[in-house]
């Protein structure tokens, strides 16, 4: 069982930055792809960012990219999400998230761990 703790969530104000963490107990972070995702109010939740295994490749939806960073520390069992130049459109519960069979997907429907959410608000 794979337990996932999100936090560094908050508000900043557009072209800020934040740094999202997300603690993995139960398990080694190996084999699983790991990813970032968020939901906005009365949207369906989408992918944000991921790591694949084994080669820790990353990549990233379009409307972040150049912007955001994926990084895994496997030392310390985590897995951030840097965040530069927010813009409101950014504005969304995070979720984190971890893969028991794929390696690597954008798609929710794949990840069978998921944490709680944290919240990420910029002001425009």
């Known amino acids: 069982q794979v337990q996932l703790i999100e936090s560094g969530g908050g508000l900043v104000q557009a072209g800020g930055s934040l740094r999202l963490s997300c603690a993995a107990s139960?398990?080694?972070?190996?084999?699983?792809?790991m990813g970032w995702f968020r939901q906005a109010l009365g949207k369906e939740r989408e992918f944000v960012a991921g790591?694949?295994?084994?080669?820790?490749?990353?990549y990233y939806d379009d409307s972040v990219k150049g912007r955001f960073t994926i990084s895994r520390d496997n030392a310390e069992n985590t897995v951030a999400l840097q965040m530069n130049s927010l813009k409101p459109e950014d504005t969304a519960v995070y979720y984190c998230a971890a893969s028991s069979t794929y390696y690597s997907s954008r798609f929710h429907r794949h990840y069978d761990y998921w944490g709680q959410g944290t919240q990420v608000t910029v002001s425009s």
């Open positions: 139960g398990t080694t972070l190996r084999p699983n792809a």
């Open positions: 790591l694949s295994r084994p080669d820790d490749r990353t």
